[in-house]
């Protein structure tokens, strides 16, 4: 199994998202021109966990950023 990351982004000390990416380094540098944070951080993981792992930090600690669109965040908790 490849192994990819989940990452949550912080803003001084309030976390405002969380994501997901194969190269977390690029995708670090792309978020930098959309969203706006300070300081980031990565858990590495099996590819087999990851959807759920960002699934549960989404709703557990509930990121405004992954929100913005609706005001709730939109990830599905599920194994499969």
Do not use: M, W
């Not at 990819?4 to 380094?25: K, W």
């Not at 099996?46 to 609706?70: K, M, T």
């Amino acid at each position: 199994h490849r192994r990819r990351h989940s990452f949550p982004t912080r803003r001084s000390s309030d976390l405002v998202y969380v994501g997901q990416s194969v190269n977390v380094h690029a995708r670090i540098l792309q978020h930098r021109a959309q969203k706006e944070f300070d300081r980031f951080g990565f858990v590495a993981c099996d590819e087999s966990a990851l959807d759920l792992l960002e699934s549960l930090y989404i709703h557990v600690l509930r990121p405004p950023l992954n929100g913005e669109q609706s005001g709730t965040p939109c990830a599905p908790l599920s194994s499969g």
